[in-house]
């Protein structure tokens, strides 16, 4: 497979278990976050999107939750699937303008059968 | 089906070669963006147009160049001047309503 993120920080989760993965982003004027995908190999993926005047938004199976105080994101999968094993980063933006997006570095999602 | 599409999958440069990786998306997206990606770092931007003929330097744009003559193609050049061109680059579209839709990319070596 592809060596994407040979480094990165690793969360082992037991299949059908919950999930969280952290990301601190770095600007306080970043108002629209992003949480990709990436699949070994592959381009990053869409997951799920949330504003800076929410605080939290849920998808299916998905959930983010902004802590704009301390400039925290965090995803959150439930019932942790196989296919769920990726890397998983988040993008901040400043007023949706697309060359003004910071991608973190990600973390590694390993699901343990 | 709308997508954006990279090519070749992977790619292989001699020392002092250029080579050319291609992006193509049917999307009707107006921006695009080159990225590079290496092992434990965020993607880093190359470089991003944001309309037909037009187009920016990122954070990393030496030894690379681009060229935007149509709306759905952005091709990124890696010149002989990038000495460190190993990495897997992402290709990227977007409105300006919602995030990018990133290509399957593309894995470059030097050998």
């Known amino acids: 497979g592809e060596s994407v993120g040979l480094h990165l920080p690793t969360l082992s989760v037991q299949e059908g278990d919950n999930s969280i993965i952290n990301c601190a982003y770095s600007?306080?004027?970043?108002?629209?976050f992003i949480w990709y995908k990436q699949e070994s190999g592959k381009g990053p993926q869409f997951i799920i999107d949330?504003?800076?005047?929410?605080d939290k938004r849920q998808g299916q199976r998905v959930t983010v939750l902004l802590n704009k105080t301390v400039k925290h994101l965090s995803l959150q999968i439930a019932a942790t699937q196989p296919g769920d094993s990726a890397v998983y980063f988040c993008?901040?933006?400043?007023?949706?303008?697309?060359?003004?997006?910071?991608f973190g570095p990600g973390t590694r999602l390993s699901v343990l059968p | 089906d709308g997508g954006i599409t990279q090519s070749p999958k992977y790619l292989f440069r001699k020392e002092g070669q250029n080579v050319t990786l291609s992006c193509e998306q049917n999307l009707n997206h107006d921006a695009m963006y080159w990225y590079r990606q290496d092992p434990g770092q965020g993607l880093r931007l190359i470089y991003y147009s944001q309309i037909v003929n037009d187009f920016q330097k990122g954070d990393i744009a030496e030894g690379y160049s681009v060229s935007r003559e149509k709306k759905e193609s952005f091709p990124l050049t890696v010149t002989s001047a990038q000495k460190n061109p190993t990495a897997f680059y992402l290709c990227a579209s977007s409105t300006d309503s919602h995030g990018y839709t990133f290509g399957s990319g593309t894995r470059l070596t030097v050998v």
């Open positions: 949330i504003r800076s005047n929410m």
């Open positions: 600007n306080s004027a970043s108002d629209y």
């Open positions: 993008a901040e933006n400043i007023n949706n303008y697309g060359q003004n997006f910071v």
